[in-house]
C-alpha cells in the first residue's frame, strides 16, 4: 500500500511541477542561467580532478615498468657469451692441428 501512496505522490508532485514550471517560466529561465556557471565551474574542477589522478597513474606506471623481460634477456645473453669463448677455443684448436 505504501508504493501506491508513493506513485499518487509522485504523479502529483509532477502535475504541480509542470504547473509551475509554465506558470513561473520566465524565472525558471532566469534560474537555469545562473545555474550554469556553477556546473561549469563544478565540472571542471571534476574534469581537472580526473585529468590529474590519470596523469599520476600514467607516470606511476611508467615508473613501475616490468624490467623481469630485460633480465632474462640478460641472463641468456650471458650463458651465450659464455659458450662462445669456449666455441672459439675449439675452432682454433682445430685450425691449429690443420
Same mark, same amino acid.
Given at each position: 500500500? /505504501? /508504493? ?5 505522490? !509522485? ?21 537555469? /542561467? ?9 565540472? !571542471? ?7 590529474? %589522478? ?6 606511476? %606506471? ?33 685450425? %691449429?692441428?690443420?
Amino acid at each position: 500500500m /505504501a /508504493a501506491l501512496w508513493a506513485v499518487l505522490g !509522485g504523479i502529483i508532485a509532477m502535475f504541480l511541477g509542470v504547473i509551475g514550471l509554465i506558470y513561473w517560466w520566465a524565472y525558471f529561465l532566469k534560474a537555469l /542561467a545562473a545555474m550554469l556557471p556553477v556546473v561549469f565551474i563544478f565540472g !571542471g574542477a571534476i574534469a581537472l580532478f580526473i585529468g590529474i %589522478s590519470e596523469l599520476r597513474d600514467s607516470l606511476r %606506471s611508467k615508473d613501475e615498468t616490468d624490467f623481469s623481460d630485460f633480465k632474462t634477456e640478460d641472463k641468456e645473453e650471458k650463458k651465450e657469451a659464455e659458450e662462445k669463448p669456449a666455441d672459439s677455443k675449439e675452432k682454433s684448436k682445430k685450425t %691449429s692441428k690443420k
